[in-house]
């Protein structure tokens, strides 16, 4: 008889949830960076695009967590899972903050671009060059300062996997520092959802259209409530029967990344509509 335990039995899995999440992902991303990459190539605005890469790793390593016991009790996973499970936490943690980064320097590049480049007579752009200088700034500031502290989280590094040098340790705590940088995170994020608004504002658009077009950049608002989701369930996360507990939150933290992906593209599909529409079609 199976044993009883929090979750169900010990024979209950999560791989059904885990799979089903990483199918919606690898369909909803990559749809919307081809559909970016197809706007941008019918704009003329070149082809290479740092969201192409962004997500790779995370979605890999998603794929791989379903294979290695994510999901089941450590009781049944496999008598490596906690080695296996804390290998690609490890490279999970390393992965998510370039990806992030990667997404917000192509939102940064996009800004540039059409708020920049495309509206050079507005003086306003003067302040908003310079914003987009800092918040690149912060965000290799952020990237270096985190990605160091992750890389070197334990000593050995691979102590932070494989407890078999007793002599290893972790001087920094993980936990800890995953929640200091979400500060820095979530302001970028604010940031990059705020400062498209005052030029929108001042172009010479209908009233309802401004809104629009200031409403589209918001979507992106739905990464900020992703990354509390994903918080608010790291927070409750204890290490004990981690295969299981953790599941949920290999969810998020594949979610997270891709979501960011997706409403970067969602400003960029306008191009395809005026082509389908023909020549006639709105501008």
Known sequence: MS????GGTINTTKDVKLIMANAVILFL???AVV???LSRRIAGVGQ???LLPATIPIDVLYELIVHEGFGRHVEVAGP???EKWYFILYLFENSYGPAIAMVKFSILLYYKRI???NTARMLATIWFQRALFFMGAVMVSWLIIFQGLFIFACTPINWFWDHEPVTGHCPADVQKIFYIQVIPNTATDLMLLALPIPLIWRLQLPKAQKLALIGVFLLGSFVVI???VRLSIIVKLTQEDVTWNYGQAAIWTSVKPNAAVISACLPMPRPIINALDGPNGPV
Not at 3 to 6: G, H, Q, R, T, V
């Open 3 to 6: 044993k009883n335990i929090i």
């Open 29 to 31: 991303s990559p749809t």
């Open 35 to 37: 559909l970016r990459s």
């Open 48 to 50: 290479f695009d740092l």
């Open 80 to 82: 490596d899972a906690l």
């Open 115 to 117: 708020f920049t480049e």
């Open 226 to 228: 992703t990354r509390v």
